[in-house]
């Protein structure tokens, strides 16, 4: 085990106090040991092992009542980095986010990320340019989260991306990656890792259990259960598009299938990525569009409902904030809600994270792996 490797492994009590100074952006000491099953002695010895590793850092002390000032703690930014990649039909991205999950870097692939090895070879230029720039990190790269639009078989390592991404098919990504990049890899469907961007900055702030509906040019969805997300046996857990049949499957809420209903009233959306950017809600078929989709809409959100009964759903993925808005208002339009329905409705959230979740999801995963996991 290499020096690196040593200042990697955390036990559990310190993960868990890790973890309680993430969710709050940095506390006083003497607030910690309340959120704990431990004595604040047993709380001071571990925070003050973790200042030593610089993994926390202290700041200026904070007065709390009548008792004695205790010090600021707060995640050091500096100590580890890691890296995301989130890949879709027409487009892929990648950040490098500090510890505690700030994006510093950020870069769009300049061409569709349809041929594997050439973008693979994209990635590992960029990289080794992000490195080269910045040089105090590369040693400090905990390892790269590679998010994909997909279903994971039962082959381990592969996954079947949409028709589009065909060539990422049949391969082990994850070992030809390690090999071509040289950190670990954490093989992803981008829709969990956009559930894990919410858990970290977003809706799981305020939320503990929730669904996240993912729409890109298929659709499916991720899951967090009491603040971690939930990936099942294969990592498809979520995969909400397999409750539709196969005749069903056109009037799913897939932004393909909007962007080939907007081609039959002539307008042109070349890609989902240009659907994210240019959407108009009053093109001429965006409403007929909703107004069909919305049974299906309303179907993925019972199944979350019936399957995990989450305090709250978000709507994530690459779909325009105000077309989720518009699915929203079609839901109370339409009266979807059955009157004879008396469970708790859960409340329905379009995301506000900047950015692309899905990749700052893979970012944080090797860190919540390494360090917050429970």
């Known amino acids: 085990m290499n020096e690196i490797e040593k200042e990697q492994t955390v036990s559990a009590n310190e993960r868990m106090i890790l973890d309680i100074v993430r969710r709050s952006k940095g506390l006083a000491r003497s607030a910690i040991a309340g959120q704990t099953n431990l004595t604040q002695q047993s709380v001071h010895r571990i925070i003050d092992h973790l200042v030593k590793l610089e993994f926390l850092q202290l700041g200026e002390p904070i007065i709390q009542g009548r008792g004695q000032p205790s010090p600021h703690v707060s995640l050091n930014p500096e100590a580890f980095f890691s890296i995301g990649v989130s890949l879709n039909t027409d487009d892929m991205s990648v950040s490098l986010v500090n510890f505690c999950g700030e994006t510093l870097l950020e870069e769009n692939i300049p061409f569709a990320p349809v041929k594997r090895l050439e973008t693979q070879a994209w990635l590992k ?25 997909g279903y994971f078989i039962k082959e381990q390592g592969h996954i079947r991306p949409p028709d589009p991404l065909f060539d990422w098919s049949g391969v082990d990504l994850q070992a030809e990656l390690e090999a071509l990049l040289g950190w670990p890899v954490i093989l992803i469907n981008n829709a969990t890792t956009g559930a894990i961007g919410e858990a970290f900055h977003g809706a799981g702030l305020t939320y503990q259990t929730f669904g996240y509906l993912s729409f890109n040019f298929g659709f499916g969805g991720g899951i967090v259960i009491d603040g971690e997300p939930f990936f099942g046996a294969y990592g498809n857990a979520g995969e909400i598009g397999r409750i539709f049949t196969t005749e069903e499957a056109p009037q799913r809420p897939a932004l393909s299938m909007l962007i080939k209903a907007l081609a039959r009233q002539g307008i042109d959306v070349p890609s989902v990525a240009k659907l994210k950017t240019q959407f108009d809600p009053t093109w001429p078929g965006v409403a007929e569009w909703v107004e069909q989709t919305t049974p299906y809409f309303l179907r993925a959100i019972n199944a979350l409902r019936g399957v995990i009964d989450p305090d709250a759903i978000v709507l994530g993925g690459e779909i325009p904030k105000s077309l989720a808005h518009m699915l929203l208002d079609s839901l109370e339009r339409c009266g979807m809600t059955s009157s004879q329905d008396i469970s708790v409705w859960p409340q329905m959230i379009v995301s506000e994270l900047k950015g692309d979740s899905a990749t700052l999801g893979a970012a944080l995963q090797p860190l919540r792996q390494t360090f917050f996991r429970k």
């Not at 720039?133 to 390892?143: A, D, F, K, L, T």
């Open 125 to 149: 230029t960029l990289l080794e340019r992000w490195c080269q720039q910045n040089p105090s990190i590369e040693s400090r790269i905990v390892g790269v989260g590679f998010a994909m639009t």
